[in-house]
């Protein structure tokens, strides 16, 4: 704990660089900004940072309702700078957290710039969910300083970040990610090696697979499914995870769960390969099923929905943690 | 919801059943007694019966404690009487609910029993997990009125239930449970095949076993695979079920977020089998890996714990929809 203090001691003497500001870069700067933090943040169409603004300032006033900042939210606003270049983004700058687009020539041309820049200690952190760093950071002297800080949206909201080295990163640099990560309050996960989706989404997507299928087989309908979640699975799993879940399950925990349960998982397992693509047939069948209950006009209502839901959990845990 | 409401009201003029008077048993009481009705328990072991007696005076002061009855708990456990014989729980009864042991010789003879001494139009739901109700409850008169009714423990603070018709259930018998259950404040999730596992443990298997096989693979730790889930998957599945949640994840809905994020979750699925067992070496290792934060003896305390934060979920839903 001593260290992300220290850590956090020393970013509040430099910047911090929010590199590209669509959706996911703003959501980074807000992160950052209410820790207290100086922000320059850069994205190739100024007019995209100017966007991103108005966008935080209403995340920040949302928060502040919600009361998950103690600061008024134009003080934290004003820590955050729109900068025109990426030179000014990065001049000084301690860290620096990308969110450009998700293509691999995109990734390594701004990691090649950093390269040529960037103070000689920045550490570069990735929010890519489906690149691996080493697809574009290898081979120059930034490399060990550059690894795969992959958030959830929004970062401010859902703590997880999940902390990916590609094979040239050094252990300090995953170390100083690590004690910032924590010290602005997320919650760290270590991927140990660079598989697709990394962890999170490998756990939503063999979930999401087995639903369509059962959706594809007439078992279930996709409104059931979802309830199955909501009003079943997913209660213990928004304060436990999968291992704890099963560990209080059987008497002696986990390892007396895997011998009694183990046989019809590996059942379940055996009997689906998963690997079939999702047709346009089912795609038509699923998006069918989702729009009698939700028309496509309302989608933007009830992400807005979602989002005062995610807050109210963080609040509830914020006012819990103190 | 009228039919719901009349269906209650049919119900309390007649008994409902709980035969098997377990963990699980006990937990369908306070359901059915909190709701009003009329609860004969009746397990093999009249000492079981007794124990749930206790148990269940426990789990509704607990609900009291957290505003989850409107009653004194004494009075609804007055609707629950125990019984020394089977024929005594179902004299009358319109509904039972059997949670006896899960091994289908178990189950095939309490169906036989039932067949011979229940009234005539007394509709049976099972709670078994693993066993499908057609292995246990076909070919005899008693079979259209026999399904699988299978509850998440404790029913009375989750509210999913999976009604699972066997090949011979009425639709008369679908409609009885279903609107029962829904009278009762259960959350109704129609599975229409009796594929293994049913709807919430495959879903949950396919999340588990993605699990295990990255332990395996020194990808991620355990207790960074509960981290993932807990402070980020779990937040939006404790409120929207999956394909809720992608829904809101692409501009233009969930056959948008198909066609985006299809191929990669493809490329997941195709990546791993699943098949393999859980050997000796990997059990071990997640076993040790837990208990290095929770020792076997703190288990107990740990549900406890457990039991406190669903009553939360609980009690904070129950505010919301009133």
């Known amino acids: 704990m001593t260290k992300n203090v220290e850590v956090l001691a020393l970013c509040k003497h430099r910047p911090i660089a929010v590199i590209g500001a669509g959706l996911v870069g703003a959501g980074w700067a807000v992160v950052f900004a209410r820790a207290g933090l100086t922000v320059k ?8 940072t100017h966007t991103a603004m108005r966008l935080i300032k209403e995340q920040l006033s949302s ?23 990426l030179n000014e983004a990065i001049a000084g700058a301690i860290y620096a957290q990308e969110s450009v687009l998700e293509r691999v020539e995109v990734k390594r041309g701004l990691i090649r710039d950093l390269d040529a820049c960037a103070p000689q200690d920045m550490v570069v952190g990735s929010s890519t969910s489906g ?34 080295p590609s094979t040239q990163t050094s252990i300090e640099s ?35 697979r087995e639903a369509w299928a059962l959706v594809q087989e007439g ?3 996709c409104e059931d499914v979802d309830k199955t979640v909501r009003d079943g699975l997913g209660w213990r799993w928004s304060f436990m995870g999968p291992f704890e879940t099963i560990d209080l399950n059987a008497p002696q ?8 349960l183990g046989p019809l998982y590996q059942r379940i397992a055996q009997s689906r390969q998963h690997d079939s693509p999702w047709d346009a047939g089912l795609i038509e069948n699923v998006a069918s099923q989702l729009r009698q209950h939700l028309p496509l006009s309302e989608l933007e209502e009830r992400r ?12 509830a845990r914020r006012t819990k943690q103190q």
């Open 253 to 260: 925990g986990v390892a007396d769960y895997a011998e009694r």
């Open 304 to 315: 807005a929905w979602r989002d005062q839901r995610l807050m109210e959990i963080a609040s």
């Open 131 to 164: 690149i691996p760093a080493s697809e574009f950071s290898l081979g120059l002297p930034i490399s060990p300083r550059v690894l795969t800080v992959h958030p959830v949206n929004p970062p401010y909201l859902i703590p997880v970040v999940e902390l990916v």
């Open 174 to 208: 995953i170390e100083f990610a690590t004690s910032l990560m924590n010290a602005l309050g997320q919650t760290v996960v270590h991927v140990r090696k660079e598989v697709e989706g990394f962890v999170l989404n490998r756990l939503q997507a063999v979930l999401l």
């Open 41 to 48: 943040m850069y994205d190739t169409n100024i007019e995209t």
């Open 63 to 85: 928060l502040s309702d919600h009361g998950l900042i103690d600061e008024d939210p134009g003080t934290v606003a004003a820590r955050i700078t729109p900068v025109p270049t």
């Open 219 to 221: 078992v279930v309908s």
